[in-house]
Structures are given as structure tokens and as C-alpha cells.
């Protein structure tokens, strides 16, 4: 079965600071892979993903993750972080095909000092 | 679209009374999801749906937990006898063939059981 691991439970980055938050995955074959965010009170809302082709993918609010099969990784970055990037992210993994379940990572909390 | 849409969004029910939560998926959709969010167990699948039928209840805890999904946009979780553990955020998702294992997420519900 197919497991996500996110190591690092807490990050906490100053404004304007870049941001990496890894991710590793544990599948036999290429996954999809997913980056989610989480606000206060809010669900998640879907920042990147990959399925194929180009490693590295953009997503919304300046967010990019490059897919690196040879370390069975799918770190998320970001070159300036606003302070309004504080939340919870969640790398998912899902099986080849559609409809099918997402396996999450435990979360990273973000927190951006002023 | 208005998104996943899921009601109530706050519950609040004593011991032992029956709770139902409701959602309704993005119009289209064929796969449905409920999800279950502490902070001591993150976030957690406990069934889903594709087509109406549901496909993966292993993540569903015990016998008082139950749900429905009647026609393709209307689902329910229905707890029943509730216990001051069911104490979580809950989360109803929704996500279609073409859109490759893309979940989206509704707002959620905050359940609190005294």
C-alpha cells in the first residue's frame, strides 16, 4: 500500500524567506502526487499536483514542487513567503487512474514570523 | 459551481443522541469521500463512493458510524449512539474520472459531542 511521509511536523520561516517542506512517498510505480493546503477553519484546497511529464509543476499562490523519482520525493517550495502562507499542508499520493483514494501525509504547520 | 457543499457546519449534540451530516458533491462527480479530522489522528478516510456505491468503508470506526449515499448528489454520515470522542472535524469530498484523483474539499463540519 502506498504511504506518505511528511517529517517535518512544524516549520516556522521568516516573511520574505524562502520555504521548502518535504515530502516522501512510498509507491511501486510513478503516483499521482498532490499538495494541499489547509487554513483555520477552512477545507483543503488543492495547490499543485503531478502526474506525468515535467517534474517541476507550479501552482497557485506562487507555490512549486518538483518530483524527483530517485528519491521517491515531492518537496513543496516557495522562493518568498507572505505571511498570509501561514497553514497546514498536506502531500497526498493516489493510485494511477480516477476516482480513487488520496493516502495523506500527516500535515507540516507553517507558521510566518513578521 | 458552488463547490462541495456540506451542512450543518457546526453541530453541537450531547452523549448518546444520533448526529447526521450531509453533503452534497460538485455536480458531475462520481466519487465521493468522508474524511475525519483530530488532532490527535490528522486527517482520515473513512469511506467512499464511486458511483454511488460505496467502495472502501475500512476507515470507518465501529458500528455507530454509518453512511449513505442515495442518488449521485446527496450523501449522509450518520453517528449513532454519538460519544464525546466522535468530538472532530469532518470533511466531505468529492472528485470526478476526469479529474484524476483531484479531490475537492468541502468546508467542513465542526462536531462537538458533550
Known amino acids: 500500500a502506498q504511504s506518505v511521509t511528511q517529517p517535518d511536523i512544524h516549520i516556522t520561516v521568516s516573511e520574505g524567506a524562502s520555504l521548502e517542506l518535504r515530502c516522501n512517498y512510498s509507491?511501486?510505480?510513478?503516483?499521482?502526487l498532490f499538495w494541499y493546503v489547509q487554513s483555520p477553519g477552512q477545507g483543503l484546497q488543492l495547490l499543485l499536483k503531478?502526474?506525468?511529464?515535467?517534474?517541476l509543476v507550479q501552482g497557485i499562490k506562487g507555490f512549486e514542487a518538483e518530483f524527483k523519482r530517485s528519491q521517491s520525493s515531492f518537496n513543496l517550495r516557495k522562493p518568498s513567503v507572505h505571511w498570509s502562507d501561514a497553514a497546514e499542508y498536506f502531500c497526498?499520493?493516489?493510485?494511477?487512474?480516477?476516482?480513487?483514494?488520496?493516502?495523506f501525509g500527516t500535515g507540516t504547520q507553517l507558521k510566518v514570523e513578521l | 459551481d458552488a463547490g462541495v457543499i456540506q451542512s450543518p457546519r457546526h453541530e453541537v449534540t450531547e452523549m448518546g443522541q444520533e448526529v447526521t451530516l450531509r453533503c452534497k458533491p460538485i455536480?458531475?462527480?462520481?466519487?465521493l469521500f468522508w474524511y475525519r479530522q483530530t488532532m490527535m489522528r490528522g486527517l482520515e478516510l473513512l469511506i467512499y463512493?464511486?458511483?454511488?456505491?460505496?467502495?472502501?468503508d475500512s476507515g470507518m470506526p465501529e458500528d455507530r458510524f454509518s453512511a449513505k449515499m442515495p442518488n449521485a448528489s446527496f450523501s449522509t454520515l450518520k453517528i449513532q449512539p454519538s460519544e464525546p470522542r466522535d468530538s472532530a472535524v469532518y470533511f466531505c469530498?468529492?472528485?470526478?474520472?476526469?479529474?484524476?484523483?483531484?479531490?475537492?474539499f468541502g468546508p467542513g463540519t465542526r462536531l462537538t459531542v458533550l
Open positions: 503531478y502526474f506525468s511529464g515535467d517534474t
Open positions: 455536480s458531475g462527480h462520481n466519487s
Open positions: 497526498a499520493v493516489g493510485l494511477t487512474g480516477g476516482g480513487n483514494k488520496l493516502t
Open positions: 469530498a468529492s472528485s470526478s474520472e476526469t479529474s484524476v484523483d483531484e479531490q475537492f
Open positions: 463512493f464511486n458511483n454511488n456505491v460505496p467502495i472502501d
Open positions: 509507491y511501486g510505480a510513478t503516483p499521482y
